[in-house]
């Protein structure tokens, strides 16, 4: 089995095999600023599962000499593609939203969680935005009346 993964403008396309090996959001600043995003949610897979099916030649590669790793994404929109460390040689590392189907492992673990931003959503609860269709928000907790004391003179 197999999943097929997808940049945005479709120039370029992977396939996995299934199931993955591990999956994780990753809090690290590198990915952030990679994605542009609070974090960034990878499936691991081994190289020997890993394919680029179709777009080659439109891949791009950064290479972070520092962290010994390179990251691949789509010259054409930009969408991330893999993610690969000299420390992990047998193993690839592709964002999750690249997939519409199964990878075969839910994201359990957090990477770098000492990086989280204190901004990144967490589950707090959210109610519809009234008068904006499909759009939801953090309303806060309601503040209960602050009682003022008035000085009797």
């Not at 999943?3 to 403008?9: H, Y």
């Not at 990086?115 to 009234?130: A, I």
Request: aromatic share 10%; proline share 5%.
């Amino acid at each position: 089995m197999s999943a097929i993964g997808r940049c945005l403008c479709g120039a370029v396309e992977i396939e996995i095999g299934v199931p993955a090996r591990w999956a994780w959001h990753d809090h690290a600043k590198k990915s952030r600023l990679a994605h542009g995003s609070a974090y960034a949610t990878y499936v691991g897979c081994w190289r020997s599962r890993f394919r680029i099916v179709k777009g080659e030649k439109a891949l791009r590669s950064y290479e972070d000499r520092e962290a010994r790793a390179v990251r691949r994404f789509c010259g054409t929109c930009g969408t991330p593609i893999a993610y690969e460390r000299a420390s992990s040689p047998q193993m690839v590392n592709c964002p999750r939203a690249l997939f519409e189907t199964r990878t075969g492992r839910e994201p359990r673990y957090h990477a770098n969680i000492d990086e989280l931003q204190e901004w990144t959503y967490m589950g707090e609860r959210l109610s519809p935005l009234k008068g904006f269709p499909g759009i939801v928000w953090d309303a806060g907790r309601k503040k209960k009346a602050v009682e003022i004391e008035h000085d009797v003179l």
